[in-house]
């Protein structure tokens, strides 16, 4: 079973959390929410096999440091300032990891070591309005029709 450790349980992860557990069992996937309210990331799994909650403050190093290691990839969705820590960890770490952010100078500077170490970084990749925004508007259109 491969591990999925999606740091962020906010409103903008609720799609991807629900699209990975529906896809756990036929993917093999163990789906862990990591987030700075355990409460929050416990609301998005409910009693879900394939799922854990645990707290998760991505300033305490160690905290942080325990999750991504027992992760195969690691998906970010703090702010885009906060996803730098994290990456930096899954280099340490060797961890494959994705964010839902554009890629920032920042991230450009560790690309050639990422690739090094045979990990993908993936990040937004530059649709704008990107395929999130035209995907709500196309619900949006429907409604309203």
Known sequence: MRNVLII?????????????LDK???????ITIGDV?????????????NASAVALD????EQREEAIRKADIVISMLPASFHMQVAKDCLQFGKHMV???????????????AKEKGLIFMNEIG???????????QIIDKIKD
Not at 8 to 20: F, N, P, T, V
Not at 24 to 30: A, I, T, W
Not at 103 to 112: A, F, G, L, V
Request: charged residues 25%.
């Open 8 to 20: 962020g349980a906010g409103r903008s992860s609720s799609s991807l959390i629900k699209y990975l």
């Open 24 to 30: 756990s069992e036929e993917e093999s996937l163990h």
């Open 37 to 49: 309210s355990l409460e929050s990331a416990k609301s998005k799994i409910g009693a879900h096999k």
């Open 58 to 61: 991505v300033f305490q190093k």
């Open 99 to 113: 964010t839902a952010s554009y890629i920032s100078e920042e991230m450009k500077s560790i690309d050639q070591e």
């Open 127 to 137: 649709l704008d309005p990107g395929i999130d925004h035209m995907s709500a508007m």
